[in-house]
């Protein structure tokens, strides 16, 4: 198991880099002198030759890779163009906003996506299981800007339940949650339809396995059949897909935060990208990039623990 992390965590800090690097070319090769655009149209060649010192971009490419990731090691991102606050400490107070619209879309994806996908499994055919394959397909095919838009009309302006912008007062945990609700239905419901098609038909798969008979056979109450045996396995793959729909539900939390007016790195990463404040959108990039390749990490991991044939096979 050990050696099995390892491999996993090693590729992981792999995936980081590359992506970091493969964005960072993008960044530089949008159209436009980055330094200029930052600087204004009143911007002096002394002035711009200073800041391109300043943010290492008179430097070879893989030159400024390395200063970046460097720094990065030590929590030093440089400093906003604009305010010229650390970008380390910018991040980290927009983070938590973040973290918790991601968390909150990932407990309503899989408290709904896998109670509905396994009960549509043991009662394949039936009103439900057809319900939720149309339910599910719909909630899929439309994206997650259209659900936050249309939620907002209906639940802010129409019904009145929902608040329609912000992120509650600081230290009211209840006025939190109940700006947090909207925002995170918008960003997660896609992916109950994803996880109950996906369980249903692992759960379809499992039951069907030999050592599931016998179970039966045996005598052994359906319940622990279902629960203790099937869905254990049913749920690995789950697992998998829910570590992948982080990076998606990361840039669903980038509208999210958009159109509700929320703090968050989301937002943060768009305002950067906007004014092509550099230090700021390749902060967030690579924050973004260690959180998804983290939590992918960490799925594969689990898999591994649950199911030891995964974990013999990458041994």
């Given at each position: 198991?050990?050696?099995?992390?390892?491999k996993r965590?090693?590729?992981?800090?792999l995936?980081?880099?590359?992506?970091?690097s493969?964005?960072?070319?993008?960044?530089?090769?949008?159209p436009g002198?980055?330094?200029?655009?930052?600087?204004g149209?009143?911007s002096?060649?002394?002035m711009v030759?200073?800041?391109?010192?300043r943010?290492?971009?008179?430097?070879p490419?893989?030159?400024?890779?390395?200063?970046f990731?460097?720094?990065a090691?030590t929590?030093d991102?440089?400093?906003?163009?604009?305010?010229g606050?650390d970008v380390?400490t910018?991040?980290?107070?927009?983070l938590?906003?973040?973290?918790?619209l991601?968390?909150a879309?990932?407990?309503?994806?899989?408290?709904?996506g896998i109670?509905l996908?396994?009960?549509?499994?043991?009662?394949?055919n039936?009103?439900?299981?057809?319900?939720?394959?149309?339910i599910?397909v719909?909630?899929?095919?439309?994206?997650?800007l259209?659900?936050?838009i249309?939620?907002?009309i209906l639940?802010?302006?129409?019904?009145r339940?929902l608040?329609?912008?912000?992120?509650?007062?600081?230290?009211?945990?209840?006025?939190?949650l109940?700006h947090?609700?909207?925002p995170?239905?918008a960003?997660?419901?896609g992916?109950?339809?994803?996880l109950?098609?996906?369980v249903r038909a692992?759960?379809l798969?499992?039951?069907a396995?030999?050592y599931?008979?016998n179970a039966?056979?045996?005598?052994?109450p359906?319940?622990?059949?279902?629960?203790?045996?099937?869905?254990r396995?049913?749920?690995?793959?789950?697992?998998?897909?829910?570590?992948?729909?982080?990076?998606f539900?990361?840039?669903?939390?980038?509208?999210?935060?958009?159109?509700?007016a929320r703090?968050?790195?989301?937002?943060?990463?768009f305002?950067?990208?906007v004014?092509?404040n550099?230090?700021i959108?390749?902060?967030?990039?690579?924050?973004?990039?260690?959180?998804?390749?983290?939590?992918?990490?960490?799925?594969d991991?689990?898999?591994?623990?649950?199911?030891p044939?995964?974990?013999k096979?990458?041994?």
């Amino acid at each position: 198991m050990l050696l099995f992390c390892l491999k996993r965590v090693s590729l992981g800090v792999l995936i980081v880099v590359l992506a970091v690097s493969t964005l960072y070319v993008m960044l530089l090769s949008a159209p436009g002198d980055p330094v200029s655009m930052m600087l204004g149209p009143r911007s002096t060649p002394e002035m711009v030759a200073a800041l391109n010192a300043r943010l290492g971009l008179d430097q070879p490419f893989f030159v400024q890779i390395w200063l970046f990731l460097k720094g990065a090691l030590t929590g030093d991102l440089g400093q906003d163009i604009k305010t010229g606050r650390d970008v380390f400490t910018s991040i980290m107070e927009q983070l938590p906003h973040t973290l918790r619209l991601v968390c909150a879309a990932l407990l309503i994806a899989a408290g709904l996506g896998i109670p509905l996908g396994c009960y549509s499994a043991l009662h394949p055919n039936s009103w439900v299981d057809r319900l939720s394959g149309i339910i599910s397909v719909s909630v899929i095919a439309m994206p997650s800007l259209i659900l936050a838009i249309y939620g907002m009309i209906l639940f802010s302006v129409q019904l009145r339940w929902l608040p329609a912008i912000g992120a509650g007062d600081k230290g009211d945990f209840l006025d939190q949650l109940h700006h947090l609700i909207l925002p995170a239905v918008a960003v997660g419901i896609g992916w109950v339809g994803y996880l109950a098609r996906l369980v249903r038909a692992a759960m379809l798969e499992v039951m069907a396995e030999d050592y599931i008979l016998n179970a039966r056979a045996y005598g052994l109450p359906e319940r622990w059949v279902v629960y203790r045996y099937a869905l254990r396995l049913a749920v690995a793959p789950t697992i998998t897909v829910l570590g992948i729909g982080v990076g998606f539900m990361l840039g669903g939390a980038v509208f999210a935060e958009i159109i509700f007016a929320r703090p968050g790195i989301g937002k943060m990463m768009f305002d950067g990208v906007v004014a092509r404040n550099y230090p700021i959108t390749m902060g967030v990039v690579l924050v973004s990039t260690i959180l998804m390749v983290a939590t992918v990490t960490l799925s594969d991991i689990i898999n591994a623990m649950i199911d030891p044939r995964l974990r013999k096979a990458q041994e």
